[in-house]
């Protein structure tokens, strides 16, 4: 029982200690919950079922009576051009998520590895860019890689060839992997330092080298902490418009860029509801095939009690 | 019994400043059952993990069948452990747990599988090879333990504390089944523990350890009837320990009275320490039947005896007797020669300390 997912663990526990004392307490304590109901209501969902309505109408967006049913905005995804800006946005967040991926992974075995004395030095190294601002960022970002930034000019003073690549697709793959590294790293972390070190010692005993003990006991121990990284990873690179809008300029839209600009510059928002509502649907039928993947290896794993 | 298996010389590990294991000699003969026995901090598991291959020696050489074991990795050891806490793969069921080591020196499948269920029937799973590992009990997670590491057939298995998380009669079930399971499959063990009952019970040879120092290296019957010093007499079982004098070889004088006893090659009127176990001690109802006299203060029934505390004069005296003597009744006390163990003084500030732990 020890061993299982210890997140999962706790916020059993929690549930079931939570239950037992319904009766009495939390009579009172449900008060406390509705300001953040209310909030719920009004801020979130609302706005969906607002943005459900325009993406199903047309008409005067600012009279809800005057609003007809119509399936324009659905069909004007499929035409081949926003067709090809939606699956740009799934492949450069699924190139972003496999980059993170494997450049996460081992940063999260070195912090895990480590002296525990010293990890947090190293955690802090890794969290101190996300107290400065996204956006802050991203512009850094851009004054290293625009035409005349710092690359650049570096690149000219060891006499090597400029590079063009902001604006364009790898700018952006680079300010995505760079804004969403750490939300990889964490998950992993924490399911790798949990690991008990005496199965690792196991696998050796047996005669597991190394690499055997990773491939046998450490990556398989780790797949829930990877299907939260890809998870956290991927959501929010499939649907940003920042970094596009930023370092990749005009050359490459992404969804995210395409739903700003129907409801910023174009005013169409119900071209842009529909956008939103097939972006938000494919982000929960990845999310359901992740939960699959991660259901499936804790049956092989067989705690599907 | 067979031919040196393992060796272990001036062997040394030093954890920030402090030697946790002490140059220590040690020789394992093939088929032999060791306890590697003492408190805990004695270094003892130290030692065990030394031998698997998990701690790096700061000194000293690891001899296995005659070739320098130190710096060969512990998945190149032909030695297998069974861990404290079984160190089960969570991620596996039982076959697969199992079949780990198999698996990787890449084993024909029908080989694996036909090994995994010998070892099953060994442990007495049998059926048990679908199962979920955390879905076990406590002993039959053990017993997958040592079942894993049995089936890769090692020259020498080493265990942790197996029994360490089991209850009682559960582990005294468990005690018998190492033990006939070690008979059958005919390999070494090198078992550690700080139950000394277990130790007595289990062992071909017990190491009794203490503060990184091997204390005595002898059979069951060794360590409890003739212990070398102080600690191992108080760690092993009840004691009566007693300071005295060596008047002369065979004559031992305690408390004032000479007694005869089997032990000589003392100084003369060197003082010692003599052991003497409670239920060596017999009580006579005449005081002048006795050697030492004394009244009982105390009496506690334990199943199989009483157990009675009688003051003397000078000291208290733990004895252990089937008939029952009332508290307050005078009674003489009387010891073969043969059941007390004379032993050198060591160094009396480190038994003092040892004593007030």
Same mark, same amino acid.
């Given at each position: 029982?020890?061993?299982?997912?210890?997140?999962?663990?706790?916020?059993?526990?929690?549930?079931?200690?939570?239950?037992?004392?319904?009766?009495?307490?939390?009579?009172?304590?449900?008060?406390?919950?509705?300001?953040?109901?209310? #909030?719920?209501?009004?801020?979130?969902?609302?706005?969906?079922?607002?943005?459900?309505?325009?993406?199903?109408?047309?008409?005067?967006?600012?009279?809800?009576?005057?609003?007809?049913?119509?399936?324009?905005?659905?069909?004007?995804?499929?035409?081949?051009?926003?067709?090809?800006?939606?699956?740009?946005?799934?492949?450069?967040?699924?190139?972003?998520?496999?980059?993170?991926?494997?450049?996460?992974?081992?940063?999260?075995?070195?912090?895990?590895?480590?002296?525990?004395?010293?990890?947090?030095?190293?955690?802090?190294?890794?969290?101190?860019?996300? #107290?400065?601002?996204?956006?802050?960022?991203?512009?850094?970002?851009?004054?290293?890689?625009?035409?005349?930034?710092?690359?650049?000019?570096?690149?000219?003073?060891?006499?090597?060839?400029?590079?063009?690549?902001?604006?364009?697709?790898?700018?952006?793959?680079?300010?995505?992997?760079?804004?969403?590294?750490?939300?990889?790293?964490?998950?992993?972390?924490?399911?790798?330092?949990?690991?008990?070190?005496?199965?690792?010692?196991?696998?050796?005993?047996?005669?597991?080298?190394?690499?055997?003990?990773?491939?046998?006991?450490?990556?398989?121990?780790?797949?829930?902490?990877?299907?939260?990284?890809?998870?956290?990873?991927?959501?929010?690179?499939?649907?940003?418009?920042?970094?596009?809008?930023?370092?990749?300029?005009?050359?490459?839209?992404?969804?995210?860029?395409?739903?700003?600009?129907?409801?910023?510059?174009?005013?169409?928002?119900?071209?842009?509801?529909?956008?939103?509502?097939?972006?938000?649907?494919?982000?929960?039928?990845?999310?359901?095939?992740?939960?699959?993947?991660?259901?499936?290896?804790?049956?092989?794993?067989?705690?599907?009690? | 019994?067979?031919?040196?298996?393992?060796?272990?010389?001036?062997?040394?590990?030093?954890?920030?400043?402090?030697?946790?294991?002490?140059?220590?000699?040690?020789?394992?003969?093939?088929?032999?059952?060791?306890?590697?026995?003492?408190?805990?901090?004695?270094?003892?598991?130290?030692?065990?993990?030394?031998?698997?291959?998990?701690?790096?020696?700061?000194?000293?050489?690891?001899?296995?069948?005659?070739?320098?074991?130190?710096?060969?990795?512990?998945?190149?050891?032909?030695?297998?452990?069974?861990?404290?806490?079984?160190?089960?793969?969570?991620?596996?069921?039982?076959?697969?747990?199992?079949?780990?080591?198999?698996?990787?020196?890449?084993?024909?499948?029908?080989?694996?599988?036909?090994?995994?269920?010998?070892?099953?029937?060994?442990?007495?799973?049998?059926?048990?090879?679908?199962?979920?590992?955390?879905?076990?009990?406590?002993?039959?997670?053990?017993?997958?333990?040592?079942?894993?590491?049995?089936?890769?057939?090692?020259?020498?298995?080493?265990?942790?504390?197996?029994?360490?998380?089991?209850?009682?009669?559960?582990?005294?079930?468990?005690?018998?089944?190492?033990?006939?399971?070690?008979?059958?499959?005919?390999?070494?063990?090198?078992?550690?523990?700080?139950?000394?009952?277990?130790?007595?019970?289990?062992?071909?040879?017990?190491?009794?350890?203490?503060?990184?120092?091997?204390?005595?290296?002898?059979? +069951?019957?060794?360590?409890?009837?003739?212990?070398?010093?102080?600690?191992?007499?108080?760690?092993?079982?009840?004691?009566?320990?007693?300071?005295?004098?060596?008047?002369?070889?065979?004559?031992?004088?305690?408390?004032?009275?000479?007694?005869?006893?089997?032990?000589?090659?003392?100084?003369?009127?060197? +003082?010692?320490?003599?052991?003497?176990? +409670?239920?060596?001690?017999?009580?006579?109802?005449?005081?002048?039947?006795?050697?030492?006299?004394?009244?009982?203060?105390?009496?506690?029934?334990?199943?199989?005896?009483?157990?009675?505390?009688?003051?003397?004069?000078?000291?208290?005296?733990?004895?252990?007797?089937?008939?029952?003597? +009332?508290?307050?009744?005078?009674?003489?006390?009387?010891?073969?020669?043969?059941?007390?163990?004379?032993?050198?003084?060591?160094?009396?500030?480190?038994?003092?300390?040892?004593?007030?732990?």
């Amino acid at each position: 029982m020890k061993k299982k997912n210890p997140s999962m663990n706790s916020s059993a526990s929690d549930h079931h200690h939570y239950k037992k004392h319904a009766p009495t307490s939390t009579r009172y304590l449900r008060v406390l919950g509705y300001p953040y109901v209310i #909030w719920m209501v009004i801020f979130i969902i609302v706005p969906l079922l607002l943005v459900l309505i325009y993406s199903f109408t047309k008409g005067d967006i600012h009279n809800l009576f005057s609003l007809e049913f119509s399936a324009d905005g659905y069909l004007r995804v499929l035409e081949p051009m926003y067709l090809k800006v939606i699956m740009n946005s799934f492949w450069l967040a699924l190139i972003s998520t496999f980059f993170c991926l494997i450049l996460g992974y081992p940063v999260a075995m070195i912090i895990a590895n480590t002296n525990p004395k010293y990890r947090s030095i190293l955690l802090t190294f890794l969290l101190v860019p996300m #107290w400065m601002n996204f956006l802050l960022r991203t512009y850094a970002w851009m004054s290293i890689l625009s035409p005349n930034g710092i690359l650049n000019r570096f690149l000219e003073w060891i006499g090597l060839p400029r590079l063009e690549i902001m604006p364009g697709q790898t700018a952006v793959l680079l300010g995505m992997i760079y804004n969403f590294l750490p939300f990889m790293i964490l998950p992993i972390y924490t399911v790798l330092s949990k690991i008990d070190k005496n199965l690792l010692e196991a696998s050796s005993d047996l005669g597991g080298n190394k690499f055997v003990t990773f491939i046998k006991v450490i990556f398989p121990l780790s797949i829930p902490g990877v299907v939260s990284g890809i998870t956290m990873v991927f959501m929010p690179a499939v649907s940003t418009f920042v970094i596009s809008g930023l370092l990749g300029g005009d050359k490459t839209p992404l969804i995210g860029d395409l739903i700003e600009q129907q409801f910023m510059t174009n005013r169409n928002w119900h071209f842009g509801s529909s956008l939103s509502i097939i972006l938000m649907v494919m982000i929960l039928i990845s999310m359901a095939i992740m939960s699959r993947i991660e259901r499936n290896n804790d049956r092989e794993e067989g705690r599907t009690s | 019994m067979g031919k040196v298996l393992i060796e272990l010389k001036q062997l040394t590990k030093i954890y920030n400043g402090v030697k946790a294991v002490d140059s220590i000699n040690l020789t394992i003969k093939e088929n032999e059952f060791v306890t590697l026995l003492g408190p805990s901090g004695c270094g003892k598991t130290t030692t065990l993990r030394m031998i698997g291959g998990f701690e790096e020696p700061d000194e000293g050489e690891i001899l296995f069948e005659g070739q320098l074991l130190n710096p060969v990795p512990p998945y190149k050891r032909n030695i297998n452990t069974v861990f404290q806490r079984y160190a089960l793969f969570p991620h596996m069921n039982v076959f697969e747990n199992i079949a780990f080591g198999l698996k990787i020196k890449k084993m024909p499948s029908d080989v694996i599988a036909s090994s995994v269920s010998r070892m099953l029937k060994l442990v007495d799973l049998e059926g048990f090879e679908k199962r979920n590992v955390d879905s076990l009990s406590g002993g039959q997670q053990q017993r997958v333990a040592i079942a894993r590491a049995l089936v890769n057939q090692p020259k020498v298995l080493l265990l942790d504390e197996p029994l360490g998380a089991l209850d009682l009669k559960l582990r005294k079930e468990m005690q018998i089944e190492l033990l006939d399971m070690q008979r059958r499959v005919g390999i070494t063990f090198i078992y550690v523990t700080h139950d000394q009952e277990e130790a007595l019970t289990m062992s071909d040879t017990i190491v009794v350890m203490n503060k990184g120092v091997i204390q005595q290296i002898g059979t +069951p019957q060794d360590i409890y009837n003739e212990p070398i010093n102080r600690f191992v007499a108080d760690f092993i079982g009840e004691s009566n320990i007693i300071e005295a004098i060596m008047r002369e070889d065979y004559k031992v004088e305690i408390d004032g009275v000479v007694l005869d006893c089997t032990d000589k090659g003392f100084a003369k009127d060197e +003082p010692v320490d003599v052991v003497i176990r +409670p239920e060596d001690i017999r009580i006579v109802t005449n005081p002048e039947e006795g050697m030492l006299q004394g009244t009982v203060t105390s009496v506690v029934f334990k199943g199989v005896h009483y157990e009675m505390l009688i003051e003397s004069d000078r000291r208290e005296f733990l004895v252990h007797r089937t008939m029952m003597f +009332p508290v307050g009744s005078r009674v003489g006390m009387n010891v073969q020669p043969f059941d007390i163990q004379v032993m050198k003084r060591g160094n009396i500030s480190e038994e003092e300390e040892s004593e007030h732990e």
